[in-house]
């Protein structure tokens, strides 16, 4: 039988400028000016090169023979990874023997006793089982919690998809992996890391003990002076405050002066002490009511330097943004709104969790940070659950992984923007230097 022609499909020219990025920055990251210890540029340019070429057809036809025969096991191997991936695990087969129950004696067929829900699979306790045994009654590691966790780390998309469409009997919720995941994060930075506390309240103690420039003692001893001459009931002493006041006015209006000049920065705290007048009236009111006082000081406690909470916030922005980046006008959604949030609940244990594993290797923990994993593992995870998730292409998944960033940029901007244009509106400013 004869061999079909080999023809070669032409390059496109996007393919050809993203080789050449990857190529310079590649470039730039082995040079030793650039004191990187990763060679992530130079991984993507030769993966991205490889997944050209085959499907571009640029290798010579006798090399790509070689290749494939040299890389069929292992095509082999992935593609039986690949479709363990999408299924997950398969339920167990259904017994139609009929069995009695040890625990109520009712006799069923199956692999449950229909009526009290044991297992009919009871064996003996033995010493050579005391391992698993062990495992599973104290730590429950055959527990949902375990094996999300463990489907987080090879198949997070499928899962995903899985639990939105409904098999979530093997699955803990989302929104309760996220503050488990949190704990369990914090409690490995403290056994890994035991001076992060000390850490932080150093920190809190130098930022306390930070010199005031010389204008900002001026003002302070201004608004002190004034706050005396308020209390006093004594014409004189209140003259003479005035007087002590007007000087210092002076020195003040003179070294900003000479700041201007020589080119400090001025800060206007015109739209800080706005915000901070609209936040304390904001407080005032609610404290008016007894019921809502309590809630506000509840959600002050718990929200303050509480991990989880801050990482909740986070989930309908990125619900939001990812919803419109895969949105297709000619086809319905396939998620709505509460779904994107689980997931984007999912995503966030999954970066909790590669955070918790990164840890002890580190041997630091950033616990101020959101993430412990920088911001480019992020966005390859994200790449790769969308991937999983919506079964799309890599290339797909990388555009509209970038245009759910893009899209998270723009509605923090469009908050801030609507925020001051609150702020001036409550307050009735509109001369706000920004």
């Given at each position: 039988m004869n061999r079909a022609p080999h023809t070669k499909k032409r390059i496109h020219v996007l393919q050809i400028f993203w080789l050449l990025s990857l190529l310079f920055l590649s470039y730039y990251e082995l040079t030793p000016l650039s004191e990187a210890d990763t060679f992530l540029f130079p991984l993507l340019f030769l993966m991205s090169l490889f997944y050209i070429a085959r499907r571009r057809r640029i290798l010579p036809l006798a090399w790509h023979d070689a290749l494939v025969r040299w890389l069929h096991p292992l095509t082999v191997r992935f593609r039986a990874f690949h479709i363990w991936q999408i299924r997950g695990n398969v339920a167990p087969a259904l017994n139609g023997k009929p069995c009695t129950c040890k625990n109520c004696g009712d006799t069923f067929t199956g692999n449950f006793c229909p009526r009290c829900g044991q297992s009919r699979n009871t064996p003996r306790y033995v010493l050579k089982g005391i391992v698993g045994n062990v495992l599973r009654t104290v730590f429950r590691v055959d527990g949902k919690f375990a094996h999300t966790l463990l489907e987080l780390l090879y198949r997070p998309g499928h899962m995903m998809r899985d639990f939105i469409r409904g098999r979530r009997v093997n699955y803990t919720l989302p929104l309760p992996m996220v503050f488990l995941m949190t704990a369990f994060y914090m409690l490995t930075a403290q056994l890994i890391v035991p001076e992060i506390r000390e850490r932080k309240g150093e920190k809190v103690e130098e930022a306390s003990e930070a010199p005031l420039t010389k204008a900002e003692g001026l003002r302070r001893a201004i608004r002190g002076l004034e706050e005396i001459k308020t209390d006093s009931d004594n014409p004189i002493g209140q003259k003479n405050l005035e007087i002590s006041i007007r000087e210092i006015e002076k020195e003040l209006a003179k070294?900003?002066?000479?700041?201007?000049?020589?080119?400090?920065?001025?800060?206007?705290?015109?739209?800080?002490?706005?915000?901070?007048?609209f936040f304390k009236k904001v407080e005032t009111a609610i404290e008016g009511v007894p019921f809502l006082s309590n809630v506000w000081s509840l959600m002050k406690r718990w929200g303050h330097g509480n991990k989880a909470f801050h990482i909740l916030l986070t989930l309908p922005l990125l619900?939001?943004?990812?919803?419109?980046?895969?949105?297709?006008?000619?086809?319905?959604?396939?998620?709505?709104?509460?779904?994107?949030?689980?997931?984007?609940?999912?995503?966030?244990?999954?970066?909790?969790?590669?955070?918790?594993?990164?840890?002890?290797?580190?041997?630091?923990?950033?616990?101020?940070?959101?993430?412990?994993?920088?911001?480019?593992?992020?966005?390859?995870?994200?790449?790769?659950?969308?991937?999983?998730?919506?079964?799309?292409?890599?290339?797909?998944?990388?555009?509209?992984?970038?245009?759910?960033?893009?899209?998270?940029?723009?509605?923090?901007?469009?908050?801030?923007?609507?925020?001051?244009?609150?702020?001036?509106?409550?307050?009735?400013?509109?001369?706000?230097?920004?």
């Open positions: 070294v900003e002066r000479q700041d201007s000049i020589a080119g400090t920065p001025q800060p206007d705290d015109n739209l800080v002490n706005t915000s901070i007048s619900a939001i943004a990812t919803r419109w980046a895969f949105y297709r006008r000619k086809k319905p959604a396939e998620y709505n709104l509460m779904e994107h949030i689980f997931i984007q609940a999912y995503i966030a244990a999954q970066i909790l969790l590669i955070s918790t594993l990164v840890v002890p290797f580190n041997g630091t923990a950033h616990v101020d940070d959101l993430y412990e994993v920088p911001e480019w593992i992020i966005f390859l995870l994200f790449w790769w659950d969308y991937r999983q998730l919506y079964l799309c292409t890599w290339w797909r998944s990388f555009w509209k992984t970038l245009l759910m960033f893009g899209y998270c940029l723009l509605m923090v901007i469009c908050l801030a923007t609507a925020g001051v244009l609150l702020l001036c509106l409550v307050e009735g400013t509109t001369n706000l230097n920004l």
